[in-house]
């Protein structure tokens, strides 16, 4: 995730209590806006996540690129459609806020 650093400016770092109760990890500027991303890695592609995040978005490492999502979009649909696992590519389909950053 080093990489997605140098694709905003003026970051800041969660320290250890924001990244463990506030949920984000890295804060900073994307097209001109300020916000809160969480980071945290898919591990067997699972991304755990929580409604008690102040994460403004979620940062998806992909291979070539990454996807950023709106975390509150996010939460609206999985409460609105009571969902508990969601496919990747059904959530690209379904959310207005979706950004792809190519790595490079």
């Known amino acids: 995730m ?3 650093h ?3 400016k003026n970051i800041k ?10 949920l984000w990890d890295v804060e900073g500027i994307l097209h001109n806006q300020k916000f ?8 067997n592609n699972i991304k755990i996540g929580s409604f008690k995040s ?3 978005k979620i940062v998806l490492d992909m291979k070539d690129k990454y996807i950023i999502i709106d975390t509150e979009e996010l939460h609206q ?3 609105k459609n009571k969902l508990k696992d969601l496919e990747l ?3 690209i389909s379904k959310l207005e806020w979706t950004i792809f950053l190519t790595k490079k």
């Open 77 to 79: 649909y999985i409460k």
């Open 13 to 22: 770092f969660a320290n250890l209590k924001q990244r463990n109760t506030e």
């Open 2 to 4: 080093k990489n997605f």
């Open 54 to 56: 102040k994460a403004d």
């Open 36 to 43: 809160k991303f969480d980071t945290r890695p898919i591990k």
């Open 89 to 91: 590519n059904d959530l």
């Open 6 to 8: 140098n694709k905003i």
